[in-house]
T-cell receptor, first 114, second 114 residues
Framework: DGGITQSPKYLFRKEGQNVTLSCEQN?????MYWYRQDPGQGLRLIYY?????DFQKGDIAEGYSVSREKKESFPLTVTSAQKNPTAFYLC???WGGGGNQPQHFGDGTRLSIL | GNSVTQMEGPVTLSEEAFLTINCTYT??????LFWYVQYPGEGLQLLLK?????DKGSNKGFEATYRKETTSFHLEKGSVQVSDSAVYFC?????????????FGSGTRLQVQP
């Protein structure tokens, strides 16, 4: 079945540590996105990528980094510069063609501070 | 800027009651509109969408009509079930922005009691 796989489901970060969240899709989608969700709030865009080897900052990119070396993969690194990383992180992808295609989401990674 | 406003929750209903979750939007262009549903501990699933004025999206008994004159996209269901308990997000997407990311409302939690 086609879909988006995020791993791990739960992740713990120590002070001063960088951690990387994995996102893989087999939908052959061009565009991929990372969102952050805080309790009782909507989702906020961290980074997005429309094509391989290209990505752009979203609304809350500070303290995060990404790479897009392959079409199916878009990992997110939460760096030590992100002072409040505890949140639920959602990866999404979207077909890059014309029209109004919806985004498809993975099941998320919950990041907590040790 | 673009924004989405949803009614605050939680919304608590008895099984078989009628559901309305209000959603209004502000957009600089002509958006596509979406409703997503999130079950506990999971990612978001697309529930329905509408891409132009007066379009009605529908799925699993849920409906929403794109009302350009009132900039609204209210979600309705005639008879809710316990299994509909979840958080519902209204979102918009604009084609004329390069990123085509979603702008989300803050979500409305629905609790359906037997």
């Amino acid at each position: 079945d086609g879909g988006i796989t995020q791993s791990p489901k739960y992740l713990f970060r120590k002070e001063g540590q960088n951690v990387t969240l994995s996102c893989e899709q087999n939908l052959n989608h061009d565009a991929m996105y990372w969102y952050r969700q805080d309790p009782g709030q909507g989702l906020r865009l961290i980074y997005y990528s429309q094509i391989v080897n290209d990505f752009q900052k979203g609304d809350i990119a500070e303290g995060y980094s990404v790479s897009r070396e392959k079409k199916e993969s878009f990992p997110l690194t939460v760096t030590s510069a992100q002072k409040n990383p505890t949140a639920f992180y959602l990866c999404a992808s979207r077909w890059g063609g014309g029209g109004n295609q919806p985004q498809h989401f993975g099941d998320g990674t919950r990041l907590s501070i040790l | 800027g673009n924004s989405v406003t949803q009614m605050e929750g939680p919304v608590t209903l008895s099984e078989e009651a009628f559901l309305t979750i209000n959603c209004t939007y502000t957009a600089t262009g002509y958006p596509s509109l979406f409703w997503y549903v999130q079950y506990p501990g999971e990612g978001l699933q697309l529930l329905l969408k509408a891409t132009k004025a007066d379009d009605k999206g529908s799925n699993k008994g849920f409906e929403a009509t794109y009302r350009k004159e009132t900039t609204s996209f209210h979600l309705e269901k005639g008879s809710v079930q316990v299994s509909d308990s979840a958080v519902y997000f209204c979102a918009l997407s604009l084609l004329d922005t390069g990123r085509r990311a979603l702008t989300f409302g803050s979500g409305t939690r629905l609790q359906v009691q037997p």
